[in-house]
Structures are given as C-alpha cells and as structure tokens.
C-alpha cells in the first residue's frame, strides 16, 4: 500500500483504506508549507472497527505469555534503531526540533530504553505487586483492563511521547492491554513510521495483530464518542489542556479511566541565599532550561519566583540578557506559534509586565521571540489563575514577591503543577524559609526538586510525571516512569478461594521465576508460599 | 449540649450549632415512626466552614507523627469497644438489623479490627511504596492529598461502613487525610456516638482537632457544591448508584476524585456438574447468602446463572423453597422497601417471572416477601441492562441458559461487579467450562471466586471489594483490604535531587525503623541505602 493516498489507517491487524471524512497533510514549521503524503481523518466506522478488534485483542492479550509481550517490546526498540536515520530526519522536517542531538542522541535513546525497560518490567512481573495472604485464601495482583487503551500522543516528543512506541504505549502494553493510537496531526509520516515497525514486531512476536492500531486523526465529536465507548479500557491524554478537559468529560460521563498529562507552568522559586551564591550559574541554568526545544516542554519553568531586591533586579536584568541573546527557535506549529501570542496576551492583560520579547517572528518559519514578562507578588494574588495560565513555548514570568509572606501566599494560591523546584544557599542557613516554601509546593506539584531545573526528566521506577489537578487528572499516577507508569492502565485482580491450580502462575505457591516480588502475609518475598 | 435541639454537628474541632436549612430525626424501620434526637440538615454555611478548618488540619498533619494518627485509630477502637452496648442498641433501634451476632460480634468487631489494621499500616509505613533510585538521585513515596476527605456512609453498615468510624474513614486518616464524615441519615444517633467517640479519642491525640469533622445531612444541591470544592481531597461515596453518579459528574467536572462503591449484582455461576455433586449444600448456601441482613449487602448474589436442565429446576425450587420457609426480615428503611418494589417491578417489566414473593409486607414494619425471579438467559441477552439492575434487598434472579454458548453470552454481557462466583465439580472434569466462564468474569469482576459465597468480606491485605464501572468508578481501587485500601486517598510525592536532610524519614539512607519495606533499586528490601 505504499502509493495509497491518502495513507492507510492501521486497524484490526492490516492496513487499511480508511473510510475517512477527510484529509489533511503535515505542515512544514519552517516553510509552513505541506509536506509528505496526504492523511486521513477517520470517521467512527475506522473507530468502530478499532475498538471491536481491540476488544477482542485484549480477551486474547489475557492469555498470552508476558515474554511475548516483552519480545515484542524489544522487537520494536531494535526496529526503531534500524530506522534510526530516516526517523530522525522525517520527525526533524515535521516538528523542526534539531536533528542532533536532541531527536537522534537525546530523543531516540530514551525512547527504546523506555520499550526496554517496559520488557524488562513485564518479564519480572513484580509489577502486578502479587498479594497472597494464606489464612484466609485470598490473592490478588494487577491485570489489564479487559479492553483497548487509547493513546493520543502530544505535539512535543515525536518519539519518545509518540502514541506508538512512546512511553504510553509502552505502559498499556507492557501492562498487558492492547493499544489504539491516536497520531498526533502535527507528525504523521514519524507516526506512521514508527506503526509500520510496530505492526512488523507484532507479526513477529505472539501477541494478536490488533494489539497495535492506529489511526490519524478523527472529528472533534468523534473523539468524545471514542473515548466514552464501552468496549474501551482507558484514554491516556497528552497535550493540550482544553481538548484533554472536553474529552475528559465525555469519558467521565461513561465511567470511562481518562488520564490526561496537560503540561504546568512548573514554579521555580530562587531564594536570596542562592543568589548570593550563584546568581550567574542559576541564570545559565533557567535561560537553557526555558528555551531548550524553543521552550515545548511539558516540565518548562513557565513562573520564576524570587524576592524582591537588588540581586532579584540583577539576576532578572541578566535573564533578560540570556533570553535575547539566544537565537530564535522555530516552534512546532503555527499552531504553537498563535497560541503563544494569545497566552501572552493574557498575561499581559492580567496583569504581567513584558521585559523583553512579546511578538511574533524573530525566527525562521512559526516563531516568537523569546519571552520574559514579571508581575508583583500583589497583583499575582489578585488574579492567580489567569497568571500561572501556561504559555506553551519560548516564555516565561517572573513572580517578584515583595516579603515572604507574599512569596509563600502566591505559591500557595497556585495550581496543581507537574513540578515545584527551590533553589537556597548551599548549606542550611536558608532552611527554614525552605521548608515553609516546599511544605505548600508539596501539596501542589507531583515532583519536588532542588537545586535544578525541571525540565531533565530521568526515566527511573521513583519519577513522577504527573501531580494534582489540572496538570494530570489522578494525582496518584505517573506518566514516565517503570513500572509505576504501568499502574494507570491495571485493574485489580483478586482470587478468593481460587482452586490453585486455576490461579495465575505469579499467585500460586511456587515463585515462577524465584526472582518475582511477592507480598506474602504483609512481607515482600521472592520466596515461596510457606507449606 | 447534650439537650441542644437539634444537635450539633462537629466542625472545626468542635461540637458546633448547625446553620440549619432544616431537621430530620430517623425512624424505626420496625415501628415506622420517629426515634431519637432531630437533627439538622446543614447549609453551605457549615460545609464551607469545614472545609477550611479540614483543609488547615490537612496542613497540620502534613507534618504529624505517624505514630500519633496510630494512636488516635487505636484509641477510637478502644472507645468503640467500651461502648459496644450502647452502639449495638441504637444502631438495631436505627437499621432494624440484628443486634446479635451481627451487630455485636460480627460488624463491631471488624471495625475496630480495621482501625487496628490501619493503625498498623501507619506505624509500618510500608503502604507508602518508598521507592529509591540511587543513581539518578530520585525517591518517591504516597503521601496525603493536601485537603480532607469526603466521606459518604452507606445505610447498610453503621459500624464497618460508617462515615465515622468506618473503612473509608480509618483508610483516609491513615493515609494522612483529614476526614469530613457525612452521616447516612438512615442512622444519625449511631453515627453521632461514633462522632463523640472519634472527637474525644482526636483530643487525647497529637491530631489537629479538625481531622474529623463531621455533618449528618446536606441539600443535594450544596453536596454537589461540597464534592467539587478546591479545598477538598476526594470524596468516597458508598450508597445508592443514582446519588452517586450525579455527585460523581460534580466532582468529575471539577477534576475531585471520586471513588463511589454502589454495589452490584454479583453473578454467581452455578455448573451442572456441581448441582449433581452437592445441590443441596449449595441450594442452604444461596438462600442464606441472599437472605442475610434481609440481602442488604453490597456483594448480595443477585443473578444467579444456571444452565437448563432437571437439575437446575430442582435447585431453583429447593431455593424457592428455601426462600419461602424464611422468615422475611426487616429491612434498613422504609425508602428501601419502595425501591425494592420499583426494582422487582422493572425486572418483571424487563422480562423476569415471579416464582416467589415480588410484593411488600410480610414482616415486621418496613418489609418485602422474600422473592425470586427467573428469566431464560435468550431474553436476558435482549435486555441485559435492565435485567442486571440491582433490586438491593432480599431478592435474586435466576437465569436459566439454554446452552453453553447462552451461558458465556449473558455473563458477556454484564456490566462490571464487584464479585463473581463460580462453582463446580470437586474435581477438574469441569475445568474447561469453568476456563470458559472464569475468563469472561476475570474482566467483568474485582473479586472472582470459587465454591463459595460472595457475601463474606475478609478484610485483608489481598482483598479486593471493588470492581470495574458502575460498581466502582476505578477498577484499579478496593475500598477494603488494608493497606489497599488507603492508595485511594494517596499522591504520589516524589523527591528529585532534594538535600539528603530534607528528605522525608521513610526515603533518607537509613531505614527509620528497620522494618519499613522500601523499593531501592528495583529490589524490596528493608536494608539501609548501600553507602
């Protein structure tokens, strides 16, 4: 099917024409002009027929074999090395993020690490936390949801996010349920790429071919209808927050799992000791961390608080410096580019003051120029939502609090965020003010950090990418992360009174592998069951 | 104020006059007529005031002691034991339900057994899933909410599910949750000793005397205002679907959680070859099963499948049988009787014969004939949504399957349970079908179970009494089973890069008490930090 125009959908196991409402082509972000074959936009026949077979691959996705599931994890991440070369270069002409090394040394390797790491978890199998309480013949483990999970990728990570091979992906499967993509518009040739290796891996591996589907894109009100289905297990959501809240509620409605990661303003607060100290080092490490990927990342500082004085004005005046003396990145979109304008807009009506930046252009194709607005402590806390709203992109606020008092009410009146980072002087004199600001960043963000910049997301089993509502919908869960990102899309199994020879090899007496993690009577073992 | 009329409500640490928007007084299920105090049914006012004081105790116990919410748990269930008399008494006076065993020896003691466990899982700590990835400088654990949880107490439970006192409420405290108590109005004067109980026990504690607050009724417009409130934590509702589902799409839209337990049908599957070996053991089974408590209980058999045949006539009869010889029962309130009367009527509407019972009376006061519907499972196929509607009380349907195929198609076509039971010959010669089944419940239940009843509830460790939508609204959940259980009311706080000094006592090198079971590196352990 490699002349079909438009492209096929990948659904109940083949390619497929699609019966599409439409068409639609990628975008070059630095020409804006068309680029690559023509795409189509699904109708709810394709979806009908994605969720019926995906239904049917999650009833035999119950009985397969976990290293099948972990082969073809691998399969994938070994395909994606192969094609290393012409993905790169395909998402580097759709997303206009630098080929190297940011999609090639960066990008890529996270995400084949993440499919491996999601084997490795699968083969383990302790990640279904088997719980075995032998007086009264009760167990119980995590399993999958009986049904398909729905991944929409974001804008932002064509790899490593990617709604196939991406990080969700790698979770619903690797938690045993088979996955129906939603591309994201802005790079469908990466997309279908990366779907035409997972398709080959699949038919490789033991796991049924509808394991993997994917689609393009669909109609607004077809989405809502998608995610509210019945016969679906879960929506992961990545992107932006005003789509994510519409699908959200039809999904809610139906009693439908909806996890959505919407991205946050992520407050950084620098105290006066950290200044003192390092002023230069921190303003090197706040400029590269804002305008890195021209500033398209979930975990961006998007609200810098300092308080108010000479070295606050210093270090913001050297910031200032920082943001435009560094070239002008092309954004991902036109997209990107006129909500940028409208978001700092808003800011600015709020009440946010500009220091540098603040329109459109400055570099090549959809592009704004780099960004610093400040606002006082007061007004913030007159209008604190409209100010911590995100500007996705080269942008950030500061928040100048005029004492203490302010600085901890403003932090206290912000969101739920993905990440809170506070930075102090290097020994402890400056704790006590540290430990009144991150007892209320604790409450508001997912991840707490010190001394660094959010944006570096280590893909280990303690990070957390999620945190309190809006940023993510469920507080408890994590979108990076294995095993734990694996827990979003199980449901909990429990045996009482099974017969043992029906109940699952990771529940009965004998440890499978002498090396799967089990709770047995309160105690984590590798062991077996005591006879 | 002992003689205040009407009674007080407990808010902000203490016993507090209600801004009233009208009273109630409970009546005796037995007698049909009022008993006991009035008691007010609160305005905003009240909610709003203790929303403040929950979400202040909310900071408070951010940085109490575990040992300290331990103590308080053990100290209620002290309380609760020194006025078992008493308790016992008003609540038989408020629910109609047997004093003795069940009240006094079954429900009380598993209350404060469930206090005692949550205590334990405090002082343990290893609920927390502390989790340490040495080499990326990145630990997590659960921590609490940031602001108090809702608590919704069912009518069916006024000790084990009581708002005051109960299992969602020892499990958000455990998790370090202040807690917010709605009484069910079905049971004020129980759930007002439970109060004074859990308000003098808080004094004794180093807990902020706003960690358990408590209102006894709220307009249904303000309990949607309530459970959508910023300050709130979560809610957890146990009780009527219909209230649930419209609190829910409140809390939804607001982006609360909202974990809801509103019971099910619990199918349970009956196979040839066991009615051949014990009918008759498994015909006393069933009608015990759904007779006791007058079949009030969330896990109540409901739908019973069996395959046709002369066999299963004389199974449905002998349980016929059995349901007419027994004495019907009182049950919780008179609403319950009408709603009985609706449920039956619309599952005769649907479809279903009477083969006993199906009208009200026949017992003392509030009461319905002990009745037993059958359906075939051909027209149960055409109306499964109707006729797996819960008719909460001493009800249950038969549904007769023509053949295998029938069987695994209706049990295809229920909608999430939380139980699922099935029985069959003692030895494997019925293990196919049983395969058969078992793999359509795994996806359609919490709890699947063998040879044996769903209405007993252990409350352990590997329980699950939870289950995919509408029984619950998160298949991944149990509302019992503890620590489970407190993993509702928990986020996820992860630590990245934050000073060594800083961390909290669980996530430091050392293992605070040398029993705490930590994940470092991928291995359970209760081992220091390898230095």
Redesign the interface.
């Known amino acids: 099917m490699s002349s079909v125009d438009p492209r096929p959908v990948l659904i109940a196991g083949a390619w497929s024409l699609s019966d599409k409402v439409d068409t639609f082509r990628a975008i070059h972000p630095r020409t804006l002009q068309p680029i690559g074959p023509r795409y189509p936009v699904s109708s709810r026949k394709d979806l009908q027929i994605a969720l019926q077979a995906g239904s049917e691959a999650?009833?035999a996705m119950?009985?397969t074999a976990p290293e099948d599931v972990a082969r073809f994890l691998e399969a994938l991440a070994h395909r994606i090395e192969a094609r290393r070369a012409g993905l790169v270069q395909t998402a580097a002409q759709e997303t206009a993020l630098p080929p190297s090394p940011r999609l090639a040394e960066v990008e890529l390797p996270r995400t084949t690490r993440q499919l491996r790491q999601a084997a490795a978890a699968v083969r383990d199998g302790?990640w279904r936390a088997p719980?075995?309480?032998t007086?009264?013949h009760?167990?119980?483990m995590?399993?999958p949801?009986?049904?398909p999970v729905a991944v929409f990728g974001p804008n932002n990570f064509p790899f490593a996010f990617n709604s196939v091979g991406g990080g969700d992906f790698a979770a619903a499967l690797a938690a045993g349920n088979p996955v129906i993509a939603k591309a994201n518009p802005g790079h469908p040739q990466t997309t279908e790429m990366l779907a035409a290796e997972a398709h080959e891996a699949l038919l490789e591996s033991g796991l049924p071919p509808a394991a993997v589907q994917m689609v393009y894109q669909m109609p607004y009100e077809e989405g809502k209808w998608f995610v509210a289905h019945p016969l679906l297990g879960a929506t992961a959501y990545t992107g932006s927050r005003a789509s994510a809240l519409a699908l959200?509620?039809a999904a809610?409605?139906a009693?439908?799992?909806f996890y959505m990661e919407t991205g946050s303003v992520n407050p950084v607060v620098i105290l006066p000791g950290a200044l003192e100290e390092r002023a230069d080092e921190i303003a090197r490490e706040l400029v590269a961390s804002c305008l890195m990927g021209t500033g398209q990342f979930c975990t961006q500082p998007g609200l810098v608080f300092v308080l108010a004085g000479e070295r606050s004005e210093a270090f913001i005046a050297d910031v200032v410096r920082g943001f435009e003396e560094a070239p002008v990145g092309t954004l991902l979109s036109k997209g990107v580019a006129e909500n940028l304008v409208r978001s700092v807009e808003g800011l600015r009506k709020a009440g946010a003051e500009r220091l540098t930046g603040g329109r459109p252009g400055g570099g090549e194709g959809a592009s704004y120029r780099n960004t610093v607005l400040r606002v006082p402590a007061r007004r913030f806390l007159k209008r604190p939502v409209d100010l911590e709203r995100e500007a996705f992109g080269n942008e950030t606020l500061f928040v100048v609090a005029e004492d203490r008092t302010n600085l901890v009410a403003a932090l206290g009146a912000l969101e739920g965020n993905l990440?809170g980072s506070v930075y102090t002087r290097r020994d402890?004199s400056e704790?006590d003010l540290?430990?009144e600001v991150?007892?209320v960043l604790?409450?508001?963000v997912?991840?707490?950090?010190?001394?660094?910049m959010p944006t570096g997301v280590?893909v280990?089993?303690?990070?957390?990418h999620?945190g309190?509502?809006?940023a993510t919908?469920?507080?408890?869960?994590?979108a990076v992360g294995i095993p734990?990102a694996l827990?979003?899309f199980?449901?909990?199994?429990?045996?009482?009174?099974?017969?043992p020879?029906?109940l699952p090899v990771e529940l009965q007496d004998r440890n499978p592998t002498g090396r799967l993690?089990r709770?047995i009577d309160?105690?984590?073992t590798t062991a077996d069951v005591p006879s």
Chains 1, 2 share one sequence.
């Open positions: 999650a009833m119950a009985v302790s719980t075995i309480d007086s009264t009760v167990r119980s995590y399993g949801l009986g049904g959200k509620r809610d409605l009693g439908k799992l990440t402890v704790d540290y430990d991150a007892s604790r409450r508001k997912g991840r707490l950090i010190n001394d660094q280590a280990c089993a303690a990070m957390n999620g309190p509502y809006p919908s469920h507080p408890g869960f994590t734990p827990l979003r199980a449901a909990l199994h429990c045996y009482d009174n099974v017969r020879h029906r993690w709770r309160g105690e984590w």
